[in-house]
């Protein structure tokens, strides 16, 4: 397993990855710009529960890279999931419960679950929490931490993710 010299190059080689491994077009509504804002969304909320940002940033890039359309794909998040695993010898370097999490909240980010270890609700609440570049306003009800459903949180990230969209 390759040793890094800091998270942040565990993450640039991971998102490096997700990249070469995503298929759609990366001006869309599922491609690299959305992780950005969910990997922004995720460590604000991580922040803010003390959840695992290197957890939250490792989703961040990974959750969606493994979509065959922006239209209704279910199985995306347990694709992503699988692809994690693929990395887990060569890029990922976590401990098995903090990949477990990963794995967990990859697969699972796709069936709208409100309850799970919170490092895992922080990544679903980062992904929910963009969904104003499709054009909805996220709902507290589908989101997982009480961080997540402020006002304030939904409304910041709602103005992040159609200034950025």
Same mark, same amino acid.
């Given at each position: 397993?390759?040793?890094?010299?800091?998270?942040?190059?565990?993450? =640039?080689?991971? *998102? *490096?990855?997700?990249?070469?491994?995503?298929?759609?077009?990366?001006?869309?509504?599922?491609?690299?710009?959305?992780?950005?804002?969910?990997?922004?969304?995720?460590?604000?909320?991580?922040?803010?529960?003390?959840?695992?940002?290197?957890?939250?940033?490792?989703?961040?890039?990974?959750?969606? &890279? +493994?979509?065959?359309?922006?239209?209704?794909?279910?199985?995306?998040?347990?694709?992503?999931?699988? %692809? $994690?695993?693929?990395?887990? !010898?060569? &890029?990922?370097?976590?401990?098995?419960?903090? %990949? !477990?999490?990963?794995?967990? $909240? +990859? *697969?699972?980010?796709? %069936?709208?679950?409100?309850?799970?270890?919170?490092?895992?609700? =922080? +990544?679903?609440? =980062?992904?929910?929490?963009?969904?104003?570049? +499709?054009?909805?306003?996220?709902?507290?009800?589908?989101? &997982?931490?009480?961080?997540? *459903?402020?006002?304030?949180?939904?409304?910041?990230?709602?103005?992040?993710?159609?200034?950025?969209?």
């Amino acid at each position: 397993m390759r040793s890094y010299s800091s998270q942040r190059d565990q993450i =640039a080689v991971v *998102k *490096k990855r997700a990249l070469a491994h995503y298929q759609l077009d990366t001006a869309g509504i599922h491609g690299p710009a959305h992780w950005e804002r969910v990997r922004l969304n995720g460590l604000e909320v991580a922040e803010a529960i003390g959840a695992d940002t290197l957890i939250v940033q490792l989703f961040a890039y990974l959750h969606d &890279c +493994c979509r065959r359309g922006d239209g209704s794909d279910s199985q995306h998040g347990p694709r992503a999931a699988e %692809f $994690a695993l693929s990395l887990r !010898d060569d &890029c990922l370097t976590l401990s098995d419960e903090d %990949f !477990d999490k990963l794995y967990l $909240a +990859c *697969k699972h980010h796709t %069936f709208g679950y409100t309850e799970a270890d919170p490092t895992i609700m =922080a +990544c679903w609440d =980062a992904d929910r929490l963009d969904l104003g570049r +499709c054009g909805i306003t996220p709902d507290p009800r589908y989101l &997982c931490t009480d961080y997540a *459903k402020l006002p304030a949180t939904i409304r910041d990230a709602l103005r992040r993710s159609l200034r950025d969209s």
